[in-house]
């Protein structure tokens, strides 16, 4: 049963222009453009839906200071962000594609993520806590590093923990398919932005008995 709209939080992670913009740092490193533009637009159209539901919803931006000093002897994909550059403040690669941007202050933005998990050096906890959220519900990139490290983190902080197949983009389209099939369902579970968003309509239009 797909989670209702009252203490519920759609997690979107990775929404920034240096990923989904065609001009991006690090548009390259993800294989498939047109699953790419398949998870952005199936989110946009998640989020539109959303807006006028009970649900919250959060982005946590990964953002680095101009020298990077954040990152000690980083390794991975965070070395591979330093040396080219991604995510610097005030470059419009950091900035949140201009699509979610549109909704202003009804995506409520977290910031402090310097890593893969969402939950580490951000209130992202502290802000559910805030909202009574019970499921937690991730979108974004990519499906092997932020959105695997934050659902996990999120499982280990006893969320319920929610994954919307056709808003997640891997590096690889294998990589996206291993991971929603044989990866996710260890510790979550897998819907698909239609299936969330029919169980969202019901349940905010029924109002929880007392």
Known sequence: MPPPAQDTALLLVGYQNDYFSPKGVLHHALESPEQVASTLANTLHLVEKLVPTPTLIVTTPIVFTPDYSELKEPVGILKVIRDTGAFRSGSPGSETVPGLASFGSR???????????????TQLDEVFREHSIRNVVLCGVVASL???SSGRAAHERNYRVWFVSDCISGRTLT????????I?????????SAELLESITVNAATPPTE
Do not use: H, M, W
């Open 107 to 121: 995506v409520i933005e977290i910031p402090g993520k310097r890593g893969l998990n969402a939950f580490s050096n």
């Open 146 to 148: 932020c959105i695997d």
């Open 175 to 182: 990589e996206q398919r291993f991971y929603i099939s044989e």
């Open 184 to 192: 996710y369902p260890l510790y979550g579970q897998v819907i698909t």
